[in-house]
T-cell receptor
Framework: AQKITQTQPGMFVQEKEAVTLDCTYD???????LFWYKQPSSGEMIFLIY??????QNATEGRYSLNFQKARKSANLVISASQLGDSAMYFC???????????????FGQGTTLQVKP | ETGVTQTPRHLVMGMTNKKSLKCEQH?????MYWYKQSAKKPLELMFV???????ENNSVPSRFSPECPNSSHLFLHLHTLQPEDSALYLC?????????????FGPGTRLTVL
């Protein structure tokens, strides 16, 4: 069973507008962490934001915020005021607390390609 | 140098060659990882090292051989590869293995096997 699902292969957004990238996850572990990474065409994966399963508030980092809906098992990334430099591939990832506590294993989704239009 | 560096950035090799990928982290982290990213597939974890000890070997063929001589360096030795091994190989490090520790990635080595 796929543990991380990103249903949007590609997205377009107008510069300066906000965009939401979807991510749903599946786990029976009560303790887990959710991550979003950005991968520009250069290939490097850049860490954006983290949400812990026990965190009461949605995570925010500058223009990035995570819309965490635990009951729905969704962790959507919201990018506000899009910039041309935001054009990249975005990956949602999960680390389960129990099964990966000894390995640090991150499970990645398929990714969403975001293109920001001027 | 800062962060995680990888060399070479690009590598073309024949199926009978032997080559090595190098990763170095300058973050003082305890854990290091190798990932494979093939076209149109999610990142696949290959190996995990914590304090120079291998803690995960994710059913990777023996033609890939990792080596971690110290907590700052990680190698991936390659021999008799197949064309389907062509991919982007990413190295990452994290402070520790716990669920809250983000992984910092290097720029990757784009490998082409002819």
């Amino acid at each position: 069973a796929q543990k991380i699902t990103q249903t949007q292969p590609g997205m377009f957004v107008q510069e300066k507008e906000a965009v939401t990238l979807d991510c749903t996850y599946d786990t029976s572990d009560p303790s887990y962490g959710l991550f979003w990474y950005k991968q520009p065409s250069s290939g490097e994966m850049i860490f954006l934001i983290y949400q812990g399963s026990y965190d009461q508030q949605n995570a925010t980092e500058g223009r990035y915020s995570l819309n965490f809906q635990k009951a729905r098992k969704s962790a959507n990334l919201v990018i506000s005021a899009s910039q041309l430099g935001d054009s990249a591939m975005y990956f949602c990832a999960m680390r389960e607390g129990r099964s990966s506590s000894n390995t640090g294993k991150l499970i990645f989704g398929q990714g969403t390609t975001l293109q920001v239009k001027p | 140098e800062t962060g995680v560096t990888q060399t070479p950035r690009h590598l073309v090799m024949g199926m009978t060659n032997k080559k090595s990928l190098k990763c170095e982290q300058h973050l003082g982290h305890n854990a290091m990882y190798w990932y494979k990213q093939s076209a149109k597939k999610p990142l696949e974890l290959m190996f995990v090292y914590s304090l120079e000890e291998r803690v995960e070997n994710n059913s990777v063929p023996s033609r890939f051989s990792p080596e971690c001589p110290n907590s700052s360096h990680l190698f991936l030795h390659l021999h008799t590869l197949q064309p389907e091994d062509s991919a982007l190989y990413l190295c990452a490090s994290s402070q520790d293995l716990g669920r809250g520790y983000e992984q910092f990635f290097g720029p990757g080595t784009r490998l082409t096997v002819l």
